[in-house]
């Protein structure tokens, strides 16, 4: 009897999952894929049951085929909450590798890292803050990118955007080749991005929350 999604994932088995999402040698694939993706009765699919378990195999394997990975069962769960409370670590970084929304929160108003501190995997927390903080780089670097090249403003000169750009672009390359940067790591490269584009921003001071928070 053929296996279902579910029992694949339970089992960590990615190769009978790719036959079953390819439809290798299932002439009905689409309506038997369409079946095993159904969720249960509290909105759990078969990339929740791989999240609690720990297969990144398997998550790795739903992504090549567009599965969501933000997927929220009838409370809010999304797979990254169910691998922040089971404590599975590879799942985690597999998740957030893939784009998983850290910030986002279940009926309770949790995020993924409130979870994994409320069921005390330390592990977890620790490498949820480190997203956390990679994200907030990147966010800053992205928000200063846009709102120099908005010609409208007119508040910069050419050669204060083009100081921007290319402070930005040095953080991104850092972010591209660094190896192992600790949180610490990038909260100081975040910043050392904010001190340098200081004079910058206030030029932007039209959008008073650049200076008090950052962000733009």
Known sequence: ???????????????????????????????????????????????????????????????????????????????????AAWGQLDALRTLVELGADIHAVNFLDEIARDIAFRYAKHDCVEFL?????????????????????????????????????SACKAKNDWLSNVKNPTRQDLINQKQLLEDTLLPYLNKLAGHPEIVKSGKL
């Open 1 to 83: 009897m053929p296996q279902t999604c579910f029992e694949l994932c339970a089992g960590g088995r990615s190769r009978g999952l790719a036959e079953i999402v390819t439809g290798d040698g299932n002439p009905r694939h689409k309506k038997v894929l369409q079946q095993d993706l159904e969720c249960d009765i509290v909105g759990r699919n078969p990339l929740h049951t791989a999240c609690v378990l720990g297969h990144s195999n398997i998550i790795q394997e739903f992504a090549k085929y567009n599965v969501n990975m933000n997927e929220p069962t009838t409370r809010g769960y999304l797979p990254i909450h169910y691998a």
């Open 129 to 165: 803050d480190w997203a956390e903080a990679k994200h907030a780089l990147q966010t800053f670097i992205s928000s200063v990118q846009s709102a120099v090249t908005e010609q409208d403003k007119g508040k910069l000169h050419k050669d204060e955007k083009l100081r921007c750009l």
